[in-house]
């Protein structure tokens, strides 16, 4: 399958720190990433679309100014968490669509643990 | 995109198949079924895809009935390693590559020596 990489694989930072996420799709371009967000024991929620050239879509009840997506080139897509806060401490993983094959199939990231103290 | 319905979770011995049933019976006549696993602390594993005919791929086989209702992931010899969460996702395919994936609450495969 597809490889999609993310950096950093876990972080650590302090309350009131901003932390950005790296996706990047090794294999093929993408003009489409998502977002996600995991808390422990939850399935994956979904929080926004990252779109090349234009502003990302974001799902209902994700605050856009608290997570900024940046969607730079055809293979990286950014993520970052202003302002991060405890309750913002949760697993993110971002995914890409394979979109040569009809049925676009997603690939996903292995995922970056944040931990805000 | 339609909504699945999946057990919440289920045990099967190492060796043996393991049978994962997905019900959708408000699937669409353009929405497939996908299949994803997630290993703990991992990110989400395509498994296999299908419209309407059964598929099979080296990790997997995907049995749809013919109105589509439901279907049912066969992994044929489950090993330990095949311990993780199985969601069942019903989606428009397309290669715009825009259309979102859901995810539910998916099934909790414990395989067992």
């Known amino acids: 399958g597809a490889v999609v990489s993310q950096h950093p694989s876990w972080v650590i930072c302090k309350s009131g720190t901003s932390v950005k996420i790296e996706c990047r799709s090794l294999d093929f371009q993408a003009t489409t990433m998502f977002w996600y967000r995991q808390f422990p024991k939850q399935s994956l929620m979904l929080m926004a679309t990252?779109?090349?050239?234009?502003?990302?879509?974001?799902e209902q009840g994700v605050e856009k100014d608290k997570f900024l997506i940046n969607h730079a080139s055809l293979t990286l897509s950014t993520l970052t968490v202003t302002s991060a806060h405890p309750e913002d401490s949760s697993f993110y993983i971002c995914?890409?669509?394979?979109?040569?094959?009809?049925?676009?199939?997603?690939?996903f990231g292995p995922g970056t643990r944040l931990t805000v103290l | 995109d339609a909504k699945t319905t999946q057990p919440t979770s289920m045990d099967c011995a190492e060796g043996r198949a393991a049978n994962l049933p997905c019900n959708h019976s408000t699937i669409s006549g353009n929405e497939y079924v996908y299949w994803y696993r997630q290993i703990h602390s991992q990110g989400p594993q395509y498994i296999i895809h299908?419209?309407?005919n059964n598929e099979t791929n080296e990790m997997a086989s995907l049995i749809i009935t013919e109105d589509r209702k439901s279907s049912t992931l066969i992994l044929p010899h489950a090993t330990l390693r095949d311990t993780a969460v199985y969601y069942c996702?019903?989606?428009?395919?397309?290669?715009?590559?825009?259309?979102?994936?859901?995810f539910g609450a998916g099934t909790r495969l414990f395989v067992k020596a």
């Open positions: 995914s890409v669509p394979d979109q040569a094959r009809y049925t676009d199939t997603q690939y």
């Open positions: 299908g419209l309407k």
């Open positions: 996702i019903v989606r428009v395919g397309g290669n715009t590559g825009g259309f979102k994936t859901i």
């Open positions: 990252s779109n090349e050239g234009s502003k990302a879509t974001y």
